[in-house]
C-alpha cells in the first residue's frame, strides 16, 4: 500500500475511534505500525463476528457502520473541589507584592472582595 492510502485508512480508523490519542493508539501518519495493526485486527473481528469476510468487504463494510453511527462519547461530569480560600488569600498577597511591591493594605482587600462581588 502507498502512504497515501494508508492515511487514508488511518484517518478513517481515527473518525471510526479505533486510533488515535483519545483512544491511546499513536500512529505515525503514513507507516503501518503496530497499533495500526491492533485497530485492523480489532475492526476485523467485528467483521468475523458479523459473518463477513473478505468477499463480502468485510471489513470494510464495518468501518463504513462505524463511521456512519459515531458513538457518542460519554459526558465528563467534573467533580466540585471545594476552592482553598487560604491558597487563594496568599496567591493574591504574592500578587500585590510582586506588583506594587508591598503588602496589600485592608481597605484594598476590602475593595477588592467588594469588586468580586
Do not use: C, H
Not at 33 to 38: E, L, W
Not at 58 to 83: A, C, F, H, R, T
Amino acid at each position: 500500500m502507498t502512504p497515501e492510502e494508508i492515511r487514508e485508512i488511518q484517518a478513517n480508523l481515527i473518525n471510526a475511534g479505533l486510533l488515535g490519542s483519545k483512544v491511546r493508539r499513536p500512529f505515525r501518519p503514513g507507516v503501518w505500525g503496530k497499533f495500526d495493526r491492533a485497530a485492523m485486527y480489532e475492526l476485523m473481528t467485528m467483521a468475523n463476528e458479523n459473518g463477513e469476510g473478505k468477499a463480502e468487504l468485510g471489513w470494510e463494510s464495518v468501518l463504513k457502520v462505524l463511521l456512519d453511527n459515531p458513538i457518542q462519547e460519554p459526558e465528563q461530569v467534573s467533580v466540585y473541589l471545594p476552592p482553598d480560600y487560604t491558597s487563594i488569600s496568599n496567591s493574591i498577597n504574592g500578587l500585590f507584592e510582586s506588583e506594587l511591591g508591598r503588602k496589600p493594605q485592608p481597605y484594598e482587600l476590602k475593595l477588592l472582595a467588594e469588586t468580586y462581588l
